[in-house]
């Protein structure tokens, strides 16, 4: 998609959910939002005294108006098809019931090239699956063509699940990076992009590594003036500096990619304790340092803008040593999993002070979704818990499992606020307030199957006609239990099933742990909307 140069002032109405702390939401029905030309967020209204117990979508255009007219000072509302707009007019968007407004995902860790192998892993863990299935496909797509075509569903697959924010490793060929920087402006999506960095002989395929430690940092240099070329500002994409792990790099190349962001001051992205093998191979690589975390310290690429990717078999003196330098951790919850790498202690890592959000990791993860991520995030942390409370390491048993488990909210934190933290946004995007920018998703949980609501009495009456806009599966599945309709079936489709009872939280949950992209409606970056599903 690509970005128009104009946005109009718009008001968004309805439920507004985010983040307020690690451990709570914020929840603002009958809130109305102003977004200015910028797509900043400038004003905030809401009508609890004037609708009590009613929903904002019974509220008349008129209050709204009122409010927006007179005490902002905004002009008259424009009709939503008018194509020119007086400067001071703004558009009205409502939400719709069942339906809330929603931070944009902050996807802390993908692999934009692997997208075309999500779901590939065999029999492998991480280091023979580098060699196997990682390396060859990366290689590939030094043809900008094949780079093209991948990039473009990767990021268009990222919005579509809600992510407006994303930090990209790419490869190591500069054209293809470039690329990516060029197809994350164009879809208007929020990127970090970093040329991948790995020059050591023997660890890296003949085919697929940096001639030497002064060609990767040319190349690398080549995309940051790329990025400053196609947006100078860095309002969209900013260039990240990204050693690919310690391994793969030789310490005099660590050494000038740290001199480099600190030239620079751009963030620094890496991975670090992933796996139980990979830490015993940094061991033996790097003698004189005492710890993983270490060999990032001494090259000077532990830094207060530094992402470092899993952190699943860190010491209780790296986490220290982390926590002091301002570091962050991205929790891969999907990829540790599937390559068997561990259990990642969140928990342990928040409670020492390190910022943590979510990344997808895909092709080590499965799926784009930072919603799936979440939800692993939740499952894992819960498995987490069984085994300290079968095995505790002190303490009681049930309180080593209590404080080992990640609950919705401090999943939806990570999602949101926590890699907003971890990206240095934390004062743009992850909450509705004055000042933030408008980084959102449009989420509907759709109808409710409450037979008793006076509104679905007619949806499940046995007398309407069979819908033509069915799916065959629906029918069948209407037409096996003779009980349900073709109008009850239909509802019954939607990911998220809610039966009229659901309080706020439990929704949430539902949506959390049930939930996939068609319950994201829509996506606005910077008040652009990047993102929009046919029924929209």
Same mark, same amino acid.
């Given at each position: 998609m690509l970005q128009s140069s104009h946005l109009s002032r718009t008001v968004y109405a309805g439920t507004f959910i985010h983040a307020s702390s690690r451990n709570t939401l914020c929840?603002?029905?009958?809130?109305?939002?102003?977004?200015?030309?910028?797509?900043?967020?400038?004003?905030?209204?809401?009508f609890e005294a004037e609708i009590s117990g009613k929903d904002i979508e019974e509220l008349g255009d008129e209050w709204i108006d009122h409010t927006v007219k007179i005490q902002?000072?905004?002009?008259?509302?424009?009709?939503?098809?008018?194509?020119?707009?007086?400067?001071?007019?703004?558009?009205?968007?409502?939400?719709?019931k069942e339906r809330w407004w929603f931070p944009g995902f902050v996807d802390t860790h993908i692999h934009a090239p692997q997208y075309q192998n999500a779901g590939i892993f065999g029999e492998t863990t991480l280091l023979d699956w580098l060699e196997k299935y990682t390396y060859p496909i990366e290689a590939s797509l030094a043809d900008v063509t094949k780079a093209s075509l991948v990039y473009s569903h990767c990021v268009a697959a990222t919005l579509r699940h809600g992510t407006t924010t994303a930090a990209y490793f790419a490869t190591i060929a500069v054209p293809s990076t470039n690329r990516l920087a060029d197809v994350c402006m164009r879809a208007g999506q929020r990127a970090f992009i970093g040329r991948c960095n790995m020059d050591r002989p023997k660890l890296n395929p003949d085919y697929y590594r940096d001639?030497?430690?002064?060609?990767?940092?040319?190349?690398?240099?080549?995309?940051?003036?790329?990025?400053?070329?196609?947006?100078?500002?860095?309002?969209?994409?900013?260039?990240?500096?990204?050693? $690919?792990? &310690?391994?793969?790099?030789?310490? @005099? =190349?660590? /050494?000038?990619?740290?001199?480099?962001?600190?030239?620079t001051l751009l963030p620094i992205q890496t991975h670090i304790s992933e796996n139980p093998d990979e830490v015993a191979l940094v061991a033996?690589?790097?003698?004189?340092?005492?710890?993983?975390?270490?060999?990032?310290?001494?090259h000077g690429l532990l830094t207060s803008?530094?992402?470092?990717?899993?952190?699943?078999?860190?010491?209780?003196?790296?986490?220290?040593?982390?926590?002091?330098?301002?570091?962050?951790?991205?929790?891969c919850p999907v990829s540790n999993s599937c390559l068997s790498s561990g259990l990642c202690p969140v928990k342990e890592l928040l409670n020492s002070g390190i910022d943590v959000g979510l990344g997808t990791d895909v092709s080590?993860?499965?799926?784009?979704?930072?919603?799936?991520?979440? $939800?692993? &995030?939740?499952?894992?942390?819960? @498995? =987490?818990? /069984?085994?300290?409370?079968?095995?505790?390491?002190?303490?009681?048993?049930?309180?080593?499992?209590s404080t080992a488990k990640l609950t919705v909210e401090e999943c939806l934190y990570l999602a949101t606020v926590g890699g907003a933290s971890c990206l240095g946004l934390s004062h743009k995007i992850g909450r509705f307030e004055i000042g933030m920018e408008w980084d959102a998703q449009l989420v509907s949980l759709g109808p409710s199957l409450n037979l008793e609501h006076p509104e679905n009495k007619k949806i499940y009456s046995h007398d309407e006609e069979p819908s033509q806009i069915l799916s065959n599966d629906v029918i069948r599945e209407a037409e096996s239990l003779p009980f349900v309709t073709m109008a009850q079936a239909a509802v019954s489709d939607q990911p998220v099933q809610l039966w009229g009872k659901e309080s706020r939280a439990e929704k949430l949950a539902k949506w959390v742990f049930t939930g996939t992209e068609k319950n994201t409606l829509a996506v606005w970056v910077k008040g652009r909307i990047v993102h929009r599903r046919p029924e929209y």
């Open positions: 929840v603002k029905e009958r809130t109305i939002v102003g977004v200015d030309e910028r797509g900043k967020i400038v004003a905030i209204a809401s902002w000072g905004w002009g008259e509302r424009s009709d939503d098809h008018e194509e020119e707009m007086d400067s001071t007019g703004w558009k009205l968007v409502r939400a719709g001639e030497s430690s002064a060609s990767a940092i040319e190349d690398t240099r080549a995309t940051i003036a790329h990025i400053a070329q196609i947006d100078p500002k860095h309002d969209l994409v900013t260039p990240i500096i990204t050693p $690919r792990f &310690a391994p793969s790099c030789t310490p @005099i =190349l660590l /050494s000038e990619l740290g001199k480099l962001s600190h030239e033996s690589l790097f003698q004189d340092q005492g710890s993983y975390a270490e060999v990032y310290d001494v803008r530094t992402i470092l990717a899993h952190a699943v078999h860190l010491t209780a003196e790296e986490r220290s040593l982390i926590s002091k330098r301002g570091s962050k951790v991205s929790h080590g993860g499965w799926s784009p979704s930072i919603l799936v991520a979440a $939800r692993e &995030a939740a499952t894992v942390s819960r @498995i =987490l818990a /069984s085994v300290e409370r079968d095995h505790p390491l002190s303490g009681s048993k049930s309180s080593a499992a």
